[in-house]
């Protein structure tokens, strides 16, 4: 819910500033539609002629947000956002579209928005090729890892808008567990993944074509090392996995080596929740036992991936990238095994020997970082009254960090001051 709810939130943002870039004078309905139902309006709207209320607005859900609502409300606040994502989707689409048209003779339509991407849900048409367009709604400029899903082994190549062809291309393939998911194209097998260099506040267009029968591999298997260890390599860090399991040992950053644990937990709850609490009935079930094992593990052209099978529901990819600072964890639970009248809430953690002084970071309602203090001496206080508490958190310690980057946001709890985040 929190990953849906930034999404949005960001697809707003780039709507607003490509509306203006755009100079679009009809979408403005179209914002106020998708800042209405994220909750991100402040102020009500009213005329200054009689005082009636022009139109209503809604405040973010809080409940919903942090996951403690009744499954119907979840439901409403799932269907605002999706319609938020739509209206912000149709002024980005007719933004985007202006722009690239502009000057052209001919119209060469609109762009098509797929939300659904990471579960390859999408029907591309490569005759004639494609066309992708990457946006940077930020103020300086950055260089990121696209990802476009294709539907045969073949080879593909990739040119910028200047027409110069992008080198270090990789297909990589799509691994089962996402092939099995509900709304996966079935034709989609591989992934084209390459570095992408955005401009500030500004789009650029890649153009991709097929070249021929049969799929260059440009790619080759990472190898267990003497001590049964799977080292992966970014840029200045290094992150170790069992060469067995797949979970990870340590991180190494800067040449000094760091404890680094991640483990996948549940907390059980019977009964109906009320309109305020999960209603855990006990600790968190610990799945750190489970058979896990390595899927595959795959050097390609500027980053690598292993995939792990945690159990029979909970897979897990884990990247690096040769010019990135952190590690990426993207995995994918569910169908969740079922227990009789038992609910379970699913959270990853993340164990570190990282001094952080109490401090951590986590989400503001799915939306901005913010720091937090652990106040250890109100502990014997409320320990009583503890209770999960969803939200995404990293530690700190200066410029040293461990920082998940997953979808969707991953989980700490509040449980101890012995109990790491």
């Known amino acids: 819910m929190k990953y849906l709810d930034r999404y949005a939130n960001n697809l707003l943002q780039a709507a607003k500033q490509l509306e203006v870039t755009a100079e679009l004078s009809h979408t403005q309905s179209l914002i106020f539609e998708s800042s209405n139902e994220l909750g991100v309006l402040q102020v009500m709207i009213i005329s200054s002629d009689d005082g009636n209320l022009l139109r209503p607005f809604h405040s973010q859900h809080h409940d919903a947000i942090t996951g403690t609502s009744r499954e119907f409300v979840t439901v409403d606040y799932k269907e605002r956002l999706s319609s938020a994502i739509l209206a912000a989707s149709t002024v980005i689409s007719h933004a985007l579209g202006k722009l690239i048209n502009k000057g052209a003779h001919v119209s060469n339509g609109l762009p098509i928005i797929y939300h659904t991407v990471n579960i390859s849900e999408v029907d591309l048409t490569f005759e004639g090729g494609l ?59 591989y992934e084209l993944v390459f570095s992408a260099k955005l401009p500030a506040l500004g789009y650029t267009t890649f153009f991709v074509v097929k070249s021929g029968s049969g799929l260059s591999q440009n790619k080759r298997p990472i190898a267990v090392n003497a001590e049964q260890e799977l080292v992966m390599k970014g840029k200045n860090v290094e992150l170790v996995l069992d060469g067995k399991t797949g979970k990870v040992k340590h991180l190494v950053k800067g040449g000094k080596v760091h404890r680094l644990g991640q483990s996948f937990h549940y907390y059980p709850s019977k009964g109906t929740s009320s309109s305020y609490e999960f209603c855990p009935s006990g600790g968190s079930v610990d799945l750190s036992d489970y058979s896990s094992s390595v899927v595959s593990a795959v050097q390609y052209d500027g980053f690598a991936e292993v995939t792990q099978q945690v159990n029979g529901w909970i897979w897990q990819t884990v990247r690096l990238y040769e010019d990135k600072e952190y590690a990426e964890f993207d995995w994918i639970i569910g169908p969740v095994a079922e227990q009789p009248d038992i609910g379970k809430d699913v959270i990853t953690r993340f164990e570190t020997d990282l001094d952080t002084r109490k401090t951590f970071w986590t989400d503001a309602n799915g939306r901005q970082d913010v720091s937090r203090v652990l106040l250890q001496f109100l502990y014997p206080l409320i320990s009583s009254s503890l209770t999960p508490c969803r939200l995404n958190g990293y530690a700190m310690k200066n410029r040293e960090s461990v920082t998940a980057r997953t979808t969707p946001s991953p989980t700490t709890t509040t449980q101890s001051p012995q109990e790491p985040f």
């Open 131 to 189: 066309a992708s367009i990457v946006y940077n709604p930020l103020v300086h400029k950055q260089t990121t890892w696209v990802r476009i899903p294709v539907s045969e082994s073949t080879n593909y190549k990739v040119y910028d808008f200047e027409g110069k062809e992008v080198p270090k291309v990789s297909h990589v393939p799509i691994n089962s567990k996402v092939k099995s998911m509900v709304g996966h194209h079935r034709s989609i097998s």
